[in-house]
T-cell receptor, first 113, second 114 residues
Framework: KQEVTQIPAALSVPEGENLVLNCSFT??????LQWFRQDPGKGLTSLLL?????REQTSGRLNASLDKSSGRSTLYIAASQPGDSATYLCAARDQTGANNLFFGTGTRLTVIP | ETGVTQSPTHLIKTRGQQVTLRCSSQSGHNTVSWYQQALGQGPQFIFQ???????GRGNFPPRFSGLQFPNYSSELNVNALELDDSALYLC?????????????FGPGTRLTVT
């Protein structure tokens, strides 16, 4: 069964700093990997989706990389802002059946003004 | 384009009761998945429906059941509620025919079982 781990569990940085969030998964046979943002008590907002054949995806100040062979993905956030404060979740999509998502427990990011 | 909506927003039930949660998919989407997110945890896959048929199920007991309607809206039913069922329930819709199976999530229903 796929297991997804995110490190660190929580991160606090001053505004303007660049930062990296880490995600690892145990089964490299994934369809794709998706990064989400979740504000307290709210639903999930999709940030980036990387297909299994891709190495990285970029959207604005966000860049996500994928290394399937080592079972790792990183989310890079440039020039962090207080509005980036949220929990970031990565999820690996199963290749078979329902293609459902296996989620990590998230990294809770706080950007200090 | 209308996003994914869920109702109710919050719900409080007593152990042993039954509950029905509702989800309206994003326009044009034919697949809906349900997830349970306990406090401090990542979402866990419950099941998925595609064109009104269950298309996959996670490690949840049969007292968790669902329906998908011809308009692709969906329900999650939970019987014999237990205290551990307290969680945020998320639904996500997608269009199976598109590459990536990218899912769009609703705001969730917060269920509290006392």
């Amino acid at each position: 069964k796929q297991e997804v781990t995110q490190i660190p569990a929580a991160l606090s940085v001053p505004e303007g700093e660049n930062l990296v969030l880490n995600c690892s998964f145990t089964d490299s046979a994934i369809y794709n990997l998706q990064w989400f943002r979740q504000d307290p008590g709210k639903g999930l907002t999709s940030l980036l989706l990387i297909q299994s054949s891709q190495r990285e995806q970029t959207s604005g100040r966000l860049n996500a990389s994928l290394d399937k062979s080592s079972g790792r993905s990183t989310l890079y956030i440039a020039a962090s802002q207080p509005g980036d404060s949220a929990t970031y979740l990565c999820a690996a999509r199963d290749q078979t059946g329902a293609n459902n998502l296996f989620f990590g427990t998230g990294t809770r990011l706080t950007v200090i003004p | 384009e209308t996003g994914v909506t869920q109702s109710p927003t919050h719900l409080i039930k007593t152990r042993g009761q039954q509950v029905t949660l509702r989800c309206s998919s994003q326009s044009g989407h034919n697949t809906v998945s349900w997830y349970q997110q306990a406090l401090g945890q990542g979402p866990q896959f419950i099941f998925q429906y595609y064109r009104e048929e269950e298309n996959g199920r996670g490690n949840f007991p049969p007292r968790f059941s669902g329906l998908q309607f011809p308009n692709y809206s969906s329900e999650l039913n939970v019987n014999a509620l237990e205290l551990d069922d307290s969680a945020l329930y998320l639904c996500a819709s997608s269009l199976a025919e598109t590459s990536g199976f990218e899912q769009y999530f609703g705001p969730g229903t917060r269920l509290t079982v006392t």
